[in-house]
Nanobody, 115 residues
Framework: QVQVVESGGGLVQTGGSLRLSCAASGSTSSASYIGWFRQAPGKQREFVASITQSGSITYADSVKGRFTISRDNVKNAADLQMNSLKPGDTAAYYC?????????WGQGTQVTVSS
């Protein structure tokens, strides 16, 4: 089974930065896709950023220019560098690793941006 673990969340002031990490284990294959999603209380989960095995990157409009996603194809790990954080970025952040024909989700890491 594939296990996904996120880390790096915390409390930060508006304008601050955090770096989230996503690590998948339990597979020798390379993930074809790793994505970051977030969910605030009472709201639906929304897409944040993704990166494919070939390096194709997609960002949500709300984070373009502020967030940067990167990955290690061999390690099946991905980071999300978050700069210029806003209160609207407050959410639980989840990593989605597509491996072995399945979406594998982590438990999430909380990001709270104070005003």
């Amino acid at each position: 089974q594939v296990q996904v673990v996120e880390s790096g969340g915390g409390l930060v002031q508006t304008g601050g930065s955090l770096r989230l990490s996503c690590a998948a284990s339990g597979s020798t294959s390379s993930a074809s896709y790793i994505g970051w999603f977030r969910q605030a209380p009472g709201k639906q989960r929304e897409f944040v950023a993704s990166i494919t095995q070939s390096g194709s990157i997609t960002y949500a409009d709300s984070v373009k220019g502020r967030f940067t996603i990167s990955r290690d194809n061999v390690k099946n790990a991905a980071d999300l560098q978050m700069n210029s954080l806003k209160p609207g970025d407050t959410a639980a952040y989840y990593c989605d690793v597509y491996l072995n024909g399945r979406h594998n989700w982590g438990q999430g890491t909380q990001v709270t941006v104070s005003s």
